[in-house]
């Protein structure tokens, strides 16, 4: 049996929802048990946006977790939070871009990737998630990258389709993960 | 030989259990004739309070349903959600309507509900026996004002017919009264008047039924139709306040 | 069957009660289940039902009540406090026998409390928050699923027993994401099949008034009353022969049996892992249905079980009926979190693992 648990932290408005839906909705799609689970609380915009997802070939058991295989952080407050939850040799992906801070553990593997900055490269600054998310699994495999591909096209239909070149674009850029 | 008088059917064989005096049988009765002459009998649908006027479905021939206090009119709501052709009404007195039902009659005549309020006003709430309404008068005795309400201690008496005439949405209010066999011929006229807004869909219809409650009042049957028009009418003056032209006369 | 979908929990309670059945649907916002009136809100008028947004739980229970009592199939939602405001209208409903299907997705109390899960409404969900003699018929999904297809069943359900079904969901199952499998939509009832379908209903008598209906919960004789509160209690004993519900794991030949409903029953599931790594076995009892509460469940533990422990999220309320239907043969203990915490299922490991050797020692 194999179960990955991710956390995704950064900003509202920095896409964060949205990488840890597609991730679970690819699993889906995969036929594997998932869970999406986002922080919920009073603040709407600018305050931090969390969220945890699990995937797995058995039925998911708590939706909650305290310790993660993956965390991606998106900004300083979430990498001095929740650095402490990645689990020993777990992995933690940090938007560099925007945090100007290094990890302090060293029992983890640290992906730095300016993301913000590679957006920025690609032309549309908006794709900093789907930069971080191609990282994101290319390094864990949690999903697969068709699976993915395929979550795009479903999840972005009518006037948001025109973002999917965009989009696939920018998840397909850190290729030295895969 | 011609009849010159008969029972209506919008009324049930059953004695009314109401106190001699008191004007609620006269109230029902408008409620009921109307909707007989209009042949509507078997498509109402009315919401009793609570308050004497609990059990009203034992004495109105039309199908009804219970509400908790002050919910009558959140109930008509959802009754005339499923059954938007039929006429749904409530009945409520002041202490329902005007205290812990505030909120329900105020919303439901803001969302332009089309059902028909009939709002019994007789300055005190009578089942629980004499206690101070929120329509007590200035001076009026009470068993809990029991020196007479005074405006320092408990406020105005609200007029709820001028103020859910604000509401946009409440197209028909009209205050009459059930001390004189005119103006009990006015009020029959406003209670027609009412449902055909209903009918017409045309949004909330709301009409104030000034009346007696000699029991809880301590005064005589007679005295107390006195009262009403010595006490009440000057305080909550008789009128329209809002008359949609579709229904003017 | 349909394909699997990606949804919102709060999301798909809503269209599992669309699909059900349920054309009306009253609410007013709050958190954690605001997504369900936003939904319906949406979706109903386009389907053919009505949604209308209260002036206030009081507003939207009674404004059910009315359109149940009229034959509508009614959806009802809120939140733990919410759901305190609507209990006048729960015993309204039980006493007056009309079917309404309500769903709590409940959060941390007393008073507002917070906004993160918790199940501390146990007791108002199945002692009865209102006044009087009644019981809510109470189901609790542990997943999203579940939850779906309990709101799709409860729909008829509730018509059948002319009581309200509750639905006792978390605001972790209203907020998080799972693939679920939507059922088929039933079609809604007609105005013009309501007579037909639920004679007791108001209709208006039409042309005949011998069949006048009366719905009403006022009865001024004491006998009266005694006998109408009698013959809802001859309903309620039916179904606690036919509603109980439950799920047991590896019971039989536990050291230890948890107890847990809801999202405290997936984190008891990674325990008994935990544990049996640890040379622990332990199982568990899930309890669906609160509301008859399972106690027959319990006859089945054996002789090697030491130790019942109820886990919940709140200072111990689930825990009265597992000792009802541990009934003194075992000892019983409550590993609980309050205030919106959940426990980690490594801490119930830890905590279970602990009593268990308090019991071994003697």
Same mark, same amino acid.
């Given at each position: 049996?194999?179960?990955?648990?991710?956390?995704?932290?950064?900003?509202?408005?920095?896409?964060?929802?949205?990488?840890?839906?597609?991730?679970?909705?690819?699993?889906?799609?995969?036929?594997?048990?998932?869970?999406?689970?986002?922080?919920?609380?009073?603040?709407?915009?600018?305050?931090?946006?969390?969220?945890?997802?699990?995937?797995?070939?058995?039925?998911?058991?708590?939706?909650?977790?305290?310790?993660?295989?993956?965390?991606?952080?998106?900004?300083?407050?979430?990498?001095?939070?929740?650095?402490?939850?990645?689990?020993?040799?777990?992995?933690?992906?940090?938007?560099?871009?925007?945090?100007?801070?290094?990890?302090?553990?060293?029992?983890?593997r640290v992906l730095e990737i300016p993301v913000n900055d590679i957006a920025m490269d690609l032309g549309n600054p908006k794709v900093g998630n789907m930069v971080m998310l191609g990282a994101l699994v290319r390094a864990t495999n949690v999903v697969s990258e068709d699976a993915i591909r395929q979550v795009m096209h479903k999840t972005f239909t009518g006037e948001k389709a025109k973002l999917n070149d965009a989009n696939m674009?920018?998840?397909?850029?850190?290729?030295?993960?895969? | 030989?011609?009849?010159?008088?008969?029972?209506?059917?919008?009324?049930?064989?059953?004695?009314?259990?109401?106190?001699?005096?008191?004007?609620?049988?006269?109230?029902?009765?408008?409620?009921?004739?109307?909707?007989?002459?209009?042949?509507?009998?078997?498509?109402?649908?009315?919401?009793?309070?609570?308050?004497?006027?609990?059990? *009203?479905?034992?004495?109105?021939? %039309?199908?009804?349903?219970?509400? !908790?206090?002050? /919910? &009558?009119?959140?109930? $008509?709501?959802?009754?005339?959600?499923?059954?938007?052709?039929?006429?749904?009404?409530?009945?409520?007195?002041?202490?329902?309507?005007?205290?812990?039902?505030?909120?329900?009659?105020?919303?439901?005549?803001?969302?332009?509900?089309?059902?028909?309020?009939?709002?019994?006003?007789?300055?005190?709430?009578?089942?629980?026996?004499?206690?101070?309404?929120?329509?007590?008068?200035?001076?009026?005795?009470?068993?809990?004002?029991?020196?007479?309400?005074?405006?320092?201690?408990?406020?105005?008496?609200?007029?709820?017919?001028?103020?859910?005439?604000?509401?946009?949405? *409440?197209?028909?209010?009209?205050? %009459?009264?059930?001390?004189?066999? !005119?103006?009990? /011929? &006015?009020?029959?006229? $406003?209670?027609?008047?009412?449902?055909?807004?209903?009918?017409?869909?045309?949004?909330?219809?709301?009409?104030?039924?000034?009346?007696?409650?000699?029991?809880?009042?301590?005064?005589?049957?007679?005295?107390?139709?006195?009262?009403?028009?010595?006490?009440?009418?000057?305080?909550?003056?008789?009128?329209?306040?809002?008359?949609?032209?579709?229904?003017?006369? | 069957?349909?394909?699997?979908?990606?949804?919102?929990?709060?999301?798909?309670?809503?269209?599992?009660?669309?699909?059900?059945?349920?054309?009306?649907?009253?609410?007013?916002?709050?958190?954690?289940?605001?997504?369900?009136?936003?939904?319906?809100?949406?979706?109903?008028?386009?389907?053919?039902?009505?949604?209308?947004?209260?002036?206030?739980?009081?507003?939207?229970?009674?404004?059910?009540?009315?359109?149940?009592?009229?034959?509508?199939?009614?959806?009802?939602?809120?939140?733990?406090?919410?759901?305190?405001?609507?209990?006048?209208?729960?015993?309204?409903?039980?006493?007056?026998?009309?079917?309404?299907?309500?769903?709590?997705?409940?959060?941390?109390?007393?008073?507002?409390?917070?906004?993160?899960?918790?199940?501390?409404?146990?007791?108002?969900?199945?002692?009865?928050?209102?006044?009087?003699?009644?019981?809510?018929?109470?189901?609790?999904?542990?997943?999203?699923?579940?939850?779906?297809?309990?709101?799709?069943?409860?729909?008829?359900?509730?018509?059948?027993?002319?009581?309200?079904?509750?639905?006792?969901?978390?605001?972790?199952?209203?907020?998080?994401?799972?693939?679920?499998?939507?059922?088929?939509?039933?079609?809604?009832?007609?105005?013009?099949?309501?007579?037909?379908?639920?004679?007791?209903?108001?209709?208006?008598?039409?042309?005949?008034?011998?069949?006048?209906?009366?719905?009403?919960?006022?009865?001024?004789?004491?006998?009266?009353?005694?006998?109408?509160?009698?013959?809802?209690?001859?309903?309620?004993?039916?179904?606690?022969?036919?509603?109980?519900?439950?799920?047991?794991?590896?019971?039989?030949?536990?050291?230890?049996?948890?107890?847990?409903?809801?999202?405290?029953?997936?984190?008891?599931?990674?325990?008994?892992?935990?544990?049996?790594?640890?040379?622990?076995?332990?199982?568990?009892?899930?309890?669906?249905?609160?509301?008859?509460?399972?106690?027959?469940?319990?006859?089945?533990?054996?002789?090697?079980?030491?130790?019942?422990?109820?886990?919940?999220?709140?200072?111990?309320?689930?825990?009265?009926?597992?000792?009802?239907?541990?009934?003194?043969?075992?000892?019983?203990?409550?590993?609980?979190?309050?205030?919106?915490?959940?426990?980690?299922?490594?801490?119930?490991?830890?905590?279970?693992?602990?009593?268990?050797?308090?019991?071994?020692?003697?």
């Amino acid at each position: 049996m194999s179960t990955t648990k991710l956390f995704f932290a950064g900003s509202g408005g920095q896409g964060i929802l949205l990488m840890g839906q597609m991730i679970t909705y690819a699993a889906m799609l995969e036929d594997k048990a998932a869970t999406f689970l986002p922080s919920y609380g009073p603040e709407m915009r600018g305050g931090t946006a969390n969220c945890t997802v699990i995937v797995s070939d058995a039925p998911v058991g708590c939706p909650l977790i305290y310790e993660a295989d993956a965390v991606v952080v998106m900004n300083l407050p979430s990498l001095i939070k929740f650095e402490p939850m990645v689990k020993p040799g777990g992995l933690l992906l940090i938007n560099t871009a925007i945090v100007n801070q290094p990890a302090k553990r060293s029992d983890i593997r640290v992906l730095e990737i300016p993301v913000n900055d590679i957006a920025m490269d690609l032309g549309n600054p908006k794709v900093g998630n789907m930069v971080m998310l191609g990282a994101l699994v290319r390094a864990t495999n949690v999903v697969s990258e068709d699976a993915i591909r395929q979550v795009m096209h479903k999840t972005f239909t009518g006037e948001k389709a025109k973002l999917n070149d965009a989009n696939m674009q920018a998840f397909a850029y850190y290729k030295q993960y895969a | 030989m011609k009849p010159v008088f008969t029972y209506t059917k919008g009324m049930t064989a059953v004695d009314t259990s109401y106190c001699p005096g008191c004007t609620h049988g006269i109230a029902h009765r408008l409620i009921a004739e109307t909707l007989e002459e209009m042949g509507k009998l078997g498509d109402a649908i009315g919401v009793a309070p609570i308050g004497c006027a609990v059990q *009203a479905h034992k004495f109105m021939n %039309v199908e009804m349903c219970e509400s !908790a206090h002050g /919910r &009558a009119p959140a109930v $008509a709501s959802g009754i005339k959600r499923v059954h938007p052709d039929k006429l749904v009404f409530t009945y409520q007195g002041d202490g329902d309507l005007a205290s812990i039902g505030m909120g329900e009659i105020v919303h439901a005549a803001a969302r332009g509900e089309k059902i028909c309020t009939f709002f019994i006003n007789n300055c005190i709430y009578g089942m629980t026996s004499g206690q101070m309404a929120p329509t007590t008068l200035i001076g009026q005795k009470t068993t809990t004002s029991q020196e007479g309400r005074t405006r320092e201690q408990a406020g105005m008496p609200i007029k709820m017919s001028e103020l859910l005439s604000n509401l946009d949405c *409440a197209v028909y209010i009209e205050r %009459v009264a059930l001390n004189s066999p !005119a103006n009990i /011929r &006015a009020a029959k006229k $406003a209670v027609r008047r009412a449902f055909e807004v209903q009918e017409k869909k045309l949004g909330f219809a709301f009409v104030e039924l000034l009346s007696t409650c000699p029991t809880n009042w301590g005064v005589t049957p007679q005295d107390a139709m006195k009262w009403l028009g010595d006490k009440m009418i000057p305080y909550y003056p008789l009128g329209v306040f809002r008359n949609p032209e579709e229904v003017r006369a | 069957m349909t394909e699997k979908v990606l949804m919102k929990g709060n999301e798909a309670f809503a269209e599992a009660a669309i699909r059900g059945g349920a054309r009306f649907y009253f609410g007013y916002p709050i958190t954690p289940q605001s997504e369900i009136p936003e939904y319906l809100s949406r979706e109903l008028p386009r389907r053919g039902g009505t949604f209308l947004q209260a002036e206030s739980e009081l507003g939207a229970v009674n404004m059910a009540y009315g359109a149940a009592a009229a034959g509508g199939d009614v959806f009802l939602s809120s939140s733990s406090p919410g759901i305190a405001l609507m209990q006048e209208g729960m015993s309204f409903l039980c006493s007056s026998e009309v079917p309404v299907v309500i769903l709590n997705v409940s959060r941390g109390g007393p008073g507002i409390g917070g906004i993160q899960p918790g199940q501390a409404d146990y007791f108002q969900a199945t002692r009865g928050g209102g006044n009087g003699d009644y019981k809510l018929i109470v189901f609790a999904p542990a997943s999203v699923q579940e939850a779906i297809d309990l709101i799709y069943e409860a729909v008829p359900l509730a018509n059948a027993w002319q009581n309200p079904v509750f639905i006792l969901a978390d605001g972790i199952l209203g907020q998080m994401m799972e693939p679920v499998r939507l059922p088929e939509p039933r079609p809604f009832l007609e105005e013009k099949d309501i007579r037909a379908k639920k004679p007791w209903a108001l209709t208006g008598y039409g042309g005949d008034d011998s069949g006048r209906r009366i719905v009403k919960s006022l009865r001024m004789q004491p006998d009266e009353l005694e006998a109408h509160v009698e013959k809802l209690f001859r309903k309620y004993e039916r179904a606690q022969k036919e509603l109980c519900r439950y799920e047991s794991v590896g019971i039989e030949d536990a050291d230890i049996v948890f107890v847990a409903f809801g999202t405290v029953s997936r984190i008891a599931r990674e325990s008994i892992d935990l544990l049996a790594a640890q040379g622990i076995k332990a199982g568990l009892i899930r309890p669906i249905s609160l509301w008859p509460f399972p106690y027959a469940a319990f006859d089945a533990l054996g002789k090697k079980t030491k130790l019942v422990i109820s886990a919940e999220l709140s200072m111990g309320q689930l825990i009265e009926d597992v000792k009802l239907g541990v009934n003194g043969r075992y000892p019983v203990a409550l590993i609980h979190r309050t205030g919106g915490m959940l426990p980690t299922s490594v801490e119930v490991a830890d905590k279970a693992r602990q009593l268990y050797q308090d019991i071994i020692k003697g």
